[in-house]
């Protein structure tokens, strides 16, 4: 297979396990929203750990900084994005976090010298009124969850833009195990202050799940950027929203209406528009 293939793989795979991670997410109901973040990254904290030890790597990386810049950003995308998941359908809270490839261009324009492209300008265009329709705006409280999944994409978008960088300095592991062990670290004092609910034993396996399938889809995610740029891969990335609609309807009966499916619609035409740029 050719290097760009593999990472077509690899984002493919990434997108099913973020799709089994947005609905075990879910699944797991009124735990609080940093319970289920700190049970999504120690898991990856254990597994990137065994893999440096086990490759002889070491722990401390080579571009610290931007190391622990990608983590931060990462963690607060993750936080949006489980807010998100608890108050919106699955489908709407995942697609809103899947505009982030757009924000990706903007951000690879802005602080890696990448070209924009006009076809790029109309799909982003596209896409963010695609957004409009699939958070259908109020403009009281019930709008707060569609500005978190919003927000949660701006801050992917600005930890994959990381990612790209530090895929020239540091090894897969490196990157998952700074994220996964910071966002653990800035959770703790969370749960301590702001509540802490002991989960059933079923509620624990469902937690546990969030984390083995983050981890997998994080560390997919990360070799198929190693593999490929950015904007090859972007469009692959959508399949976490088909694969979440399909989970949504399946398990919670969730149709989207008309609306939302014209913003889905948008982004998804958006997301094949700047695909066609980069070719």
């Known amino acids: 297979m050719s290097d760009r293939s593999k990472g077509i793989s690899y984002m493919l795979a990434s997108s099913l396990f973020f799709a089994l991670m947005a609905a075990a997410v879910k699944f797991a109901g009124d735990i609080p929203t940093m319970e289920k973040v700190f049970f999504r990254n120690i898991v990856g904290v254990v597994v990137s750990a065994h893999a440096i030890i086990k490759s002889g790597e070491g722990f401390k990386g080579n571009?610290?900084?931007?190391?622990?810049?990608?983590?931060?950003?990462?963690?607060?995308?993750?936080?949006?994005?489980?807010?998100?998941l608890g108050n919106l359908p699955l489908a709407d809270a995942v697609v809103l976090n899947q505009i982030n490839p757009f924000f990706v261009i903007i951000f690879a324009v802005l602080f890696l010298g990448e070209k924009i492209k006009k076809l790029q300008i109309?799909?982003?265009?596209?896409?963010?009124?695609?957004?409009?329709?699939?958070?259908?705006?109020?403009?009281?409280?019930?709008?707060?969850p569609a500005i978190a999944g919003l927000l949660s994409a701006i801050f992917a978008a600005s930890a994959y833009t990381m990612i790209r960088y530090l895929s020239k300095t540091d090894t897969s592991n490196a990157i998952v195990f700074y994220f996964t062990g910071i966002s653990t670290l800035l959770t703790i004092p969370f749960m301590f202050f702001g509540g802490f609910v002991m989960?059933?034993?079923?509620d624990f396996i469902v937690l546990l799940t969030v984390g083995i399938f983050a981890t997998f889809a994080q560390y997919f995610m990360t070799i198929a950027y190693s593999y490929a740029p950015a904007g090859d891969l972007s469009i692959y990335s959508y399949g976490n929203t088909v694969f979440s609609i399909f989970i949504g309807i399946s398990i919670w009966s969730e149709i989207p209406n008309y609306l939302s499916m014209i913003g889905v619609t948008l982004i998804l035409i958006?997301?094949?528009?700047?695909?066609?740029a980069k070719k």
Do not use: E, H, K, M
């Not at 610290?64 to 950003?73: D, E, K």
């Not at 989960?199 to 079923?202: A, E, G, K, V, Y």
């Open 199 to 202: 989960p059933t034993l079923f």
């Open 63 to 84: 571009n610290t900084n931007y190391l622990s810049y990608r983590a931060i950003l990462g963690f607060l995308g993750v936080v949006f994005y489980f807010y998100a």
């Open 122 to 144: 109309g799909a982003i265009v596209l896409a963010l009124v695609g957004v409009v329709f699939v958070s259908q705006p109020q403009f009281d409280y019930t709008v707060i």
């Open 270 to 276: 958006g997301a094949y528009l700047n695909y066609r």
